[in-house]
């Protein structure tokens, strides 16, 4: 989901072909992307075995139409065949394939979901905001500094942006990661015995990169509608409550998670080709983000399609990902926003092998 120009794999390849009973699957079909890992447990972490990413679009017209159209569900359900090709062939049994905001918005989405069951053999899921919000914070996890005391996870997707603020002011240093990933069980945990991340609020703008895009399309000037985008997304975060509250850059970290923030760390390093080891794990600074912003914007739209960061197909979507990202910026400035190339399906690995039992104990 998101802004990204590159295919991005998660973790190195396993080396001998796995076991199946080990095997995992994780499927997010977004309003833009269909996206999918097959990994097996490995330590504290997980390697990926076979992986599948297509931009499908499923949400294109769906803000005017309030449905899916009959297009958007057959390129859908064509990749949705291929995710069903790769998890026969590995012979995963364990799996949870979701479906998000378009599929949440789409007055059709039980029709589409008969359809995918009948033509691809797939069981979707279409998970509600906070199970979406949660999945993504845990993924996360490993990029939490053992220094943050107040830290905001931001996930912008296709049609909606999840922002999850969590104190760790009450967790010791070298637990604040661990504690993190506890959440999967749930934002408000009562009766832990271990030291508690506390969820302070979350929210679902349901406004992403394609549906912010789609509102503000009958605006011709470039800059004009970038500022409208980024203007009325800020508009969207009153009902968050940190958002009243001025934050102190001491303490304090952003961990963005989103094809948007990725392609915005790749400009900033300069890359010609994506890597993800120089990407994921990357702390940039507000100003350093705002000076790639103001790069795309003095580009216009034909400099964009050329910019082999972004490319042809995403010059529109990166310009409303980096409106919402310097919206959250102008309220909470920071000199540690950490790029995370990891999100729901990572998430929904995690959850599904912590609650499995088949994670060592690691760094978090």
């Excluded at 990749?79 to 905001?101: D, F, G, P, S, Y």
């Excluded at 069951?117 to 906070?130: D, H, S, V």
Aim: aromatic share 6%; with cysteine.
């Amino acid at each position: 989901m998101g802004a990204g120009a590159f295919p991005k794999p998660v973790e190195s390849p396993a080396p001998d072909k796995p076991d199946s009973a080990e095997l995992y699957a994780a499927l997010d079909l977004g309003t833009n992307s269909c996206r999918m890992l097959i990994a097996q447990p490995k330590g504290s972490q997980f390697h990926v075995v076979d992986s599948f990413s297509k931009s499908v679009q499923l949400g294109a017209g769906l803000e005017k139409s309030g449905r899916l159209s009959r297009a958007s569900m057959g390129r859908t359900v064509a990749a949705l065949k291929v995710c069903q090709q790769k998890i026969q062939r590995h012979n995963v049994k364990r799996m949870r394939l979701v479906a998000t905001e378009a599929c949440r918005r789409a007055l059709n989405s039980r029709e589409f979901i008969r359809q995918v069951q009948r033509e691809a053999g797939l069981t979707l899921e279409i998970i509600q905001p906070e199970e979406e919000a949660r999945l993504a914070v845990i993924s996360c996890a490993p990029l939490v500094s053992t220094k943050t005391e107040q830290l905001l996870v931001v996930d912008i997707g296709g049609g909606s942006t999840e922002l999850v603020w969590i104190d760790l002011s009450s967790v010791p240093g070298p637990e604040r990661p661990k504690a993190i990933m506890r959440l999967h069980a749930g934002f408000h945990q009562l009766d832990s015995p271990f030291p508690a991340a506390k969820v302070v609020d979350w929210i679902s703008v349901p406004l992403g990169v394609a549906t912010l895009r789609d509102q503000f399309s009958d605006v011709d000037d470039d800059a004009a509608r970038y500022a409208l985008m980024s203007w009325f997304f800020e508009e969207n975060l009153a009902e968050f409550a940190p958002y009243k509250d001025e934050q102190t850059r001491e303490g304090f970290q952003i961990v963005g998670t989103s094809g948007t923030v990725t392609t915005v760390a790749a400009s900033h390093l300069g890359l010609r080709r994506y890597d993800r080891t120089k990407v994921d794990g990357l702390r940039m600074t507000s100003d350093q983000i705002e000076t790639v912003i103001n790069r795309y914007l003095e580009l216009g739209p034909v400099g964009r399609r050329r910019d082999p960061r972004i490319g042809q197909d995403r010059q529109a979507l990166i310009m409303s990902g980096a409106a919402i990202l310097q919206a959250l910026l102008r309220c909470w400035p920071t000199d540690r926003l950490s790029v995370a190339d990891r999100g729901l399906r990572e998430g929904l690995l995690y959850a599904q092998m912590t609650a499995d039992g088949v994670l060592e104990e690691g760094p978090y």
